[in-house]
């Protein structure tokens, strides 16, 4: 047993899987705002870098980790109603390029922003957990006690995400608002505070993701969300922008694969590979592979 | 007597040609006058005029956006850089025609999802195909010469070009005029096709794609092989804007072409207007002089441009611009043109109708 | 003229989608010179007959075929180019081109349209774009809307929208016009206009309309094929139609 646990094959497995939740993260925080508002939100990982740093600033003058984590979260479901209210409302009804453009332009700012704020280095939370692997008589088992906690955060926001989704009216009332918000409105849906309340709530799981990358052996830029980004968009568009479990296996799925491809192949294949997946598995169903087929209507 | 308007109607190339000839022998000479660092401006304003103009098509008549452009202009310039390193002399018609045609079949690789995925999805793959490319080229070796980038031969002044503008002996103003000639050239060239294009049957096929693709197919465009061939021509665009790029700058790094270009290059066109060919030289002279405008801005509010914020400044405004036009002016600085040209015209046809009915 | 042979033939078409039978076990045809009116309740499958016959949709058994042409399920893009011309429920124009342009987009596939002549600019193109403006001039002229030329489709009233969209249809020359839903939308006058138009029209082709509007359809049409629940429970002229007891249970029971 402990022998499997430390082969080179669920090395990888561990490896990959840590890392492919926080895709998967992201790529929950687009189905979510996808399913809302229909809109891709290509600052999602912009927005979860902001809120994360406006929490580590906090950390700076003494909070401890979770109350950093905490405000980082809060600061990312803010930050996510407040631009739903500000940016987003002005675009529903207007052509896509206009959301694109806007969200585009978005995730513009609040790069350049937080360089301007907090300059371009790496800044990292500590985490009362450690980085390094478990050892078993001398071999490692890639797992760390903190590697442990990312799966355990990411796990925690989709059960949340789920529950919402699944147990209380939410998931419903979202999907409504979003394909007949006038529907929706005459049974009674709130859908303006709703549609508030799914960017909030992406942009809060979002936020997850950015304050556990920050305590990660990379800490966070204000840039390198973009990575995240884009793998979390292969997820979530892999997985069909519609199904939230989806996202998350997809993303874990991609973690994988490159954690296999850097161990196995020349490892500056891992950052553009999961875009050839992506085209392979548009092509093969362009609907997503966890979504129901959906047809043309003419 | 063939009137201007007749003429322009019956023989629409002709005139186009000839405004295109015009313009380039107006601004070569501009080039010529102004000092060597305004000719680096010229270059670079007619070298993303050119990949800007590529996006709007994409963009503005087919409909479908892209935030990868950055990438085949990094295939562009790639090729060229691979070109002029493994051969000592290279024409440089030759190897613009070599990358124009490797950027082709990539934006017909990357076109063919194109005709399956729609809106969100499609510019998300764009994205992603822009964020691949740079790590793609590194991993290729020192054939592509790895994270450091290419460097190779600067571009050769011809002693006629240099003694025609009397500057045989300041190799360093002609290079940079000569630099400037030929992005001038090239560009004049690339929006002549492109004004063609935007006024024949197949930009018209684009459109209409866009607009109603069911209604397209049911007048026998074939909407597949339109979003492909879209994307190949705005690919062609942008390798040759890169191809370009190498020539004139003698080297290539593949960091330059990240995602930062491409959301560059979105944001000029959606700020020059979409879909316009004016809109995309606005576009591309405001790209060559951005850094200098935002040092201007830097100067006047007494922002140290090597601190965070100075650094930030560029990508600040740009971001800020992209909201504003979306939410404010969706057809851009050159649809803002054309609404107050209409507007000053309405207002004098108006005082005109007011004067007659006031005579009798 | 060869009018033995129909322009249009529905052989035993059936459409599931998924659980669904849309259409089940249809055949007809629609020849030059006719009339022909496909109606039914509302979900009886007259949409989807014409998604099968425009390739939208692939029938699940059996064939829909163009026998004057010789071809067999075409893809929607080649219609144009077997004489088939198709109006869009509403009216199905090209939101941000002008009302000329729309019209000039029926003659998309005219020889001298292609990529590298457009970029080029080659006479040639440029000749064969200068007819297709005049044509489309002559085409709004003979429906009496050349004055919304230069108007967007958002712009004019719905009845002109309409006719542009059948001048667009008849840009390419079609030997067979299907219309989805013509009249709807349409007030008294325009009806009527709309009546004498497609009859003017089908000397040179065959004409398929899917319609609501009974009052509308049972004077204009030489025949009508009944749907119901994706069956054909009637077929034959109006009045045979209209004493069928099927169909007055069926459907006209339904309204009267
Ligand atoms: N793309 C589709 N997917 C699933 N069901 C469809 C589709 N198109 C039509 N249907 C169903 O097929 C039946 C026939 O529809 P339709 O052809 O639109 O009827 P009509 O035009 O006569 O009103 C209806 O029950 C409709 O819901
Ligand atoms: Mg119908």
């Known amino acids: 047993m402990i022998d499997l646990l430390t082969s080179r094959v669920m090395g990888d497995i561990f490896l990959g899987v840590t890392q492919g939740v926080l895709y998967g993260l992201i790529g929950l925080s687009l189905v979510i705002v996808w399913q809302s508002t229909n809109i891709l939100n290509f600052a999602q990982g912009a927005m979860a870098m902001f809120a994360t740093y406006v929490g580590m600033t906090l950390l700076e003058h003494g909070l401890n980790y979770w109350a950093c984590l905490a405000i980082s979260v809060a600061a990312g479901f803010v930050l996510g109603g407040a631009t739903e209210r500000v940016l987003v409302r002005p675009l529903y009804g207007k052509p896509e390029i206009n959301s694109i453009v806007v969200m585009v332009g978005f995730l513009g700012i609040l790069e350049a922003g937080a360089i301007a704020i907090w300059g371009g280095t790496s800044r990292m939370i500590v985490s009362p957990f450690s980085l390094s692997y478990f050892q078993h008589n001398g071999k490692t088992i890639f797992l760390s006690p903190f590697a442990i906690l990312q799966i355990a955060a990411a796990v925690t926001v989709m059960l949340i995400v789920a529950g919402l989704f699944r147990f209380t009216k939410l998931g419903l009332q979202l999907r409504a608002a979003a394909l007949a918000p006038e529907v929706a409105r005459l049974l009674g849906v709130r859908v303006n505070r709703l549609l508030t309340l799914g960017w909030a709530l992406a942009s809060a799981a979002g936020a997850v993701a950015a304050v556990v990358i920050s305590s990660g052996f990379e800490g966070l830029t204000p840039t390198n969300m973009d990575v995240y980004f884009v793998f979390g968009f292969i997820a979530a568009a892999v997985g069909g922008l519609e199904s939230p479990l989806g996202a998350v296996l997809a993303g874990v799925l991609i973690g994988m694969l490159q954690q296999f491809i850097v161990d196995y192949a020349p490892p500056s294949w891992a950052s553009f590979s999961p875009v050839l997946i992506l085209v392979v598995a548009l092509m093969i169903r362009p609907q997503g592979l966890f979504s129901k087929q959906r047809v043309r209507r003419v | ?360 | 003229m060869n009018s033995q042979v129909p322009r249009l033939a529905f052989r035993s078409v059936s459409v599931e989608f998924g659980g669904l039978r849309a259409l089940s076990d249809v055949s007809f045809d629609v020849s030059s010179g006719e009339i022909v009116g496909l109606i039914g309740p509302n979900g009886a499958g007259k949409t989807t007959a014409f998604n099968v016959a425009c390739g939208f949709v692939a029938p699940t058994s059996g064939t829909v075929e163009f026998p004057d042409r010789g071809v067999t399920q075409p893809k929607p893009h080649d219609l144009a180019s077997i004489g088939v011309a198709r109006t869009l429920q509403g009216v199905g124009l090209f939101d941000h081109l002008t009302i000329l342009e729309n019209v000039m987009a029926g003659g998309q596939i005219r020889p001298g349209g292609g990529a590298f002549r457009g970029l080029l600019g080659l006479p040639s193109a440029g000749r064969s774009e200068r007819q297709l403006t005049a044509d489309a001039l002559a085409a709004l002229e003979r429906l009496d809307v050349a004055e919304f030329a230069a108007k967007l489709p958002g712009s004019i009233p719905y009845g002109i929208a309409k006719k542009v969209s059948v001048a667009r249809a008849l840009m390419g020359s079609p030997t067979l016009l299907l219309l989805d839903e013509p009249a709807s939308g349409l007030d008294e006058r325009e009806l009527d206009e709309f009546a004498t138009l497609i009859t003017s029209l089908k000397s040179d082709m065959g004409v398929l309309l899917v319609e609501h509007n009974m009052d509308f359809v049972m004077p204009l049409v030489d025949r009508l094929v009944v749907l119901n629940f994706g069956e054909v429970i009637a077929s034959g002229t109006s009045s045979e139609v209209r004493s069928h007891p099927e169909v007055l249970a069926a459907y006209l029971g339904v309204e009267q």
């Open chain 2, 1 to 360: 007597m063939v009137s201007i308007k007749q003429f322009i109607a019956n023989r629409p190339t002709s005139a186009r040609a000839l405004a295109t000839l015009v313009a380039t022998i107006a601004l070569l000479g501009l080039a010529i006058i102004v000092d060597p660092l305004n000719d680096t401006y010229l270059a670079t304003a007619s070298i993303m005029a050119i990949a800007i103009v590529g996006l709007s098509l994409l963009i503005g008549l087919s409909g479908q956006v892209s935030i990868g452009n950055s990438g085949f202009m990094a295939i562009g310039a790639f090729t060229t850089a691979i070109w002029a390193q493994h051969h000592a002399h290279f024409p440089l018609l030759g190897s613009m025609a070599l990358s124009v045609a490797v950027s082709t079949v990539a934006g017909i690789v990357l076109g063919l999802p194109s005709t399956r995925l729609r809106g969100p999805y499609l510019a998300g793959m764009t994205l992603a195909f822009a964020f691949a490319i740079p790590p793609f080229i590194q991993s290729l070796g020192t054939f592509a010469g790895g994270s450091g980038g290419l460097y190779f031969p600067t571009l050769q002044t011809p002693a006629w070009f240099a003694s025609a503008i009397g500057e045989k002996d300041n190799p360093l103003a002609a290079n940079n005029t000569w630099g400037a000639a030929i992005a001038i050239v090239v560009a004049a060239v690339a929006f002549f096709f492109m004004a063609n294009f935007f006024h024949s049957r197949s930009g018209r096929a684009m459109r209409l794609v866009r607009d109603n693709d069911v209604a397209a197919e049911l007048v026998g465009v074939n909407v597949a092989r339109t979003r492909v061939l879209a994307f190949a021509i705005s690919a062609a665009f942008a390798g040759l804007a890169g191809s370009l790029l190498a020539i004139i700058q003698s080297s290539v790094l593949p960091q330059t072409f990240g995602v930062a270009l491409s959301i560059e290059l979105l944001s000029l066109l959606v700020l020059g207007g979409l879909g316009t060919l004016g809109g995309a030289m606005i576009a591309g002279l405001i790209a060559a002089y951005s850094d200098s405008i935002v040092s201007r801005i830097n100067s006047w509010t007494g922002i140290d441009p090597v601190s965070n914020l100075g650094g930030s400044l560029k990508g600040i405004i740009f971001g800020l611009i992209l909201i504003a036009t979306m939410l404010l002016a969706p057809s851009g600085l050159a649809g803002l043109g054309h609404r107050i040209s209409r507007f000053v015209r309405s207002r004098v046809a108006q005082k005109k109708a007011l004067s007659v009915s006031e005579t009798p």
